[in-house]
T-cell receptor, first 118, second 115 residues
Framework: IAGITQAPTSQILAAGRRMTLRCTQD?????MYWYRQDLGLGLRLIHY???????GKGEVPDGYSVSRANTDDFPLTLASAVPSQTSVYFC?????????????????FGEGSRLTVL | AQSVTQLDSHVSVSEGTPVLLRCNYSSSYSPSLFWYVQHPNKGLQLLLK??????LVKGINGFEAEFKKSETSFHLTKPSAHMSDAAEYFC?????????????FGPGTRLSVLP
């Protein structure tokens, strides 16, 4: 049972370079999310997608882009990395189709991608 | 709008003593509430969730939490701490709005368990 797979697990990147963090889920969840985790700030939402073909901005979207071409994949791209994007990035998914009716889904997380921008 | 406050950034207990991790929330909607645990260099794992059924929720590894609407609280407790409970704990509030189901995380509480 894989759940959510993230790649790479760790990366050191020069400032100005382009980087894509990959995320794949095998649970057929409709919703997917990207968070960044920084010490003392908890997890902050970067972008989300409620269904294939749609995306939305979270709390800290600047400098990041996402796409959702199909249900399973939700890559996060840093077009031109900056040192402030040094962080641990978590991809998550949930089945939120029952949320409107009072049956909220829970988040399932990948193991994270540790990114260092120099 | 939703927000979560975790009142303690760090809690330290002795093995075998009770654990109390505090969480207060604010939500414009009828919220769902979750507690997640994160062990070092790992992803987050669900401990328990409240979704408007019983106000006392039991989770994995002996943890439980009580939803108190009048106090807007969802504190996490465990009767007896184990060394393996040492981790970071996140309280999360969730609601469904025009943009779908959203999740807002608290800043986390680091639990240390002393032998």
């Amino acid at each position: 049972i894989a759940g959510i797979t993230q790649a790479p697990t760790s990366q050191i990147l020069a400032a100005g370079r382009r980087m894509t963090l990959r995320c794949t889920q095998d649970m057929r969840h409709n919703a997917m999310y990207w968070y960044r985790q920084d010490l003392g700030l908890g997890l902050r939402l970067i972008h989300y997608s409620n269904t294939a073909g749609t995306t939305g901005k979270g709390e800290v979207p600047d400098g990041y882009s996402v796409s959702r071409a199909n249900t399973d994949d939700f890559p996060l791209t840093l077009a031109s990395a900056v040192p402030s994007q040094t962080s641990v990035y978590f991809c998550a998914s949930s089945d939120s189709r029952g949320a409107r009716a009072g049956r909220p889904g829970e988040l399932f997380f990948g193991e994270g991608s540790r990114l260092t921008v120099l | 709008a939703q927000s979560v406050t975790q009142l303690d950034s760090h809690v330290s207990v002795s093995e075998g003593t009770p654990v109390l991790l505090r969480c207060n929330y604010s939500s414009s909607y009828s919220p769902s509430l979750f507690w997640y645990v994160q062990h070092p260099n790992k992803g987050l794992q669900l401990l328990l969730k409240y979704t408007s059924a019983a106000t006392l929720v039991k989770g994995i590894n002996g943890f439980e939490a009580e939803f108190k609407k009048s106090e807007t609280s969802f504190h996490l407790t465990k009767p007896s701490a184990h060394m393996s409970d040492a981790a970071e704990y996140f309280c999360v509030v969730s609601a469904y709005d025009n943009y779908g189901q959203n999740f807002v995380f608290g800043p986390g509480t680091r639990l240390s368990v002393l032998p």
